[in-house]
Each structure stands twice: as structure tokens, then as C-alpha cells.
């Protein structure tokens, strides 16, 4: 299921191969995102406020990582946008208001823009620059008939999520798992 929510998300932002993506936040889901779209040819940057989340996204093919410090959106994305570049994709994956605003900052004029995280029912963002800069936002729920090519990828070795499993317990073990 987490898989097929990644491939809905890069279906969504009509993620095509060579194109540079911006993946916020580098818990299970941007993880799987990430591997979608490194699997579909992308060069994908991650960010999180974890450096063992963005270790993690390393191992698992990040082509750079960036550790978010701070809660000013615009210059986080002048800091991510100098380490990477504009990225044609940003596919943000926290809900947090202030990812959403480095996302949309850190996406280039023309480009796409997903949101796969929910945090608050209302956040602000920089509404203005995203109309100058005709970014294309989505919203995605969830995922739709995306199961076969979640299969397929994981299938064919392309995605590896079971590389995302960090522990095991027994059913009898719950209070473990926390």
C-alpha cells in the first residue's frame, strides 16, 4: 500500500525520466517515494529534520540529502536550491507548514508540485509565487489502480521496501514495537 501511494504520487506529477526531484521528508513514505522515482530514472534530493532518516535515504540511493534546520521555508529552499538545483518534481511527504513552503520554493517556474503529507487542515503558503511561477500543485489521497505497477516495481528488484523494515515483533509483543 505505501508503494502504490508513491506510484500514484509520481503519476500525479507526471514524473518523467531525467528529471531532477525534490522529496521533503525521508520517514517511510518519502523513503518509497524516493525509490519510485529513482527507479523511474529521476535524480532525487530528500530532506528531513532527521540525520538518521537522511542516512537511511543515502543507503538507499538518495542522490543528496539535506539536513533542515530551520523554519524559514524560503531559506531552507535557497539552501537546497544552491546544493541541487531547481527541481522539476517536488513531492512533499510531512505535512508540515513550513516543508510545504520550502517545497514550493525549491520547485522551478513551469514545474509540479505534490502533496502526499497532511499535517493542518490549513496552512499559508506563498501563493503568489506559485501563480507567478505557474507551478502546478496536486493533491493526492491515498493511491488509484496503482497496485500492478507497485508489484511490478517491487517484483522486478526495481524497489526494495522491505529494506525500509527496521524491526520485527511478535503479535504478542506490542508494547515492544513502541
Known amino acids: 500500500e ?3 501511494v508513491a506510484v500514484h504520487a509520481c503519476q500525479r506529477g507526471k514524473l518523467s525520466f531525467g528529471q531532477k526531484v525534490l522529496v521533503c ?8 517515494n524516493m525509490m519510485v522515482a529513482k527507479a523511474s530514472g529521476a535524480s532525487v534530493t530528500i530532506t528531513d529534520i532527521s540525520e538518521s532518516r537522511l542516512d537511511k535515504a543515502k543507503e538507499l540511493g538518495a542522490d543528496a540529502t539535506f539536513h533542515v534546520t530551520s523554519r524559514d521555508c524560503r531559506e531552507t529552499a535557497d539552501k537546497i536550491v544552491d546544493m541541487s538545483g531547481l527541481s522539476d518534481l517536488t513531492i512533499e ?8 513552503g520550502t517545497g514550493l520554493w525549491a520547485t522551478k517556474p513551469g514545474g509540479s508540485y505534490v502533496q502526499v503529507g497532511y499535517g493542518k487542515a490549513e496552512v499559508n503558503f506563498p501563493i503568489v509565487a506559485v501563480g507567478i511561477r505557474e507551478i502546478d500543485i496536486y493533491g493526492i489521497f491515498r493511491y488509484a489502480n496503482c497496485y500492478p505497477k507497485a508489484l ?12 525500509l523494515v527496521t524491526h520485527r515483533y511478535h503479535l504478542q509483543e506490542p508494547a515492544k514495537a513502541f
Open 2 to 4: 505505501p508503494l502504490s
Open 25 to 32: 521528508g525521508a520517514g517511510p513514505i518519502g523513503l518509497v
Open 93 to 100: 511527504c510531512t505535512g508540515v507548514e513550513a516543508s510545504i
Open 152 to 163: 511490478s516495481l517491487e517484483a522486478s528488484g526495481a524497489v526494495n521496501e522491505k529494506s
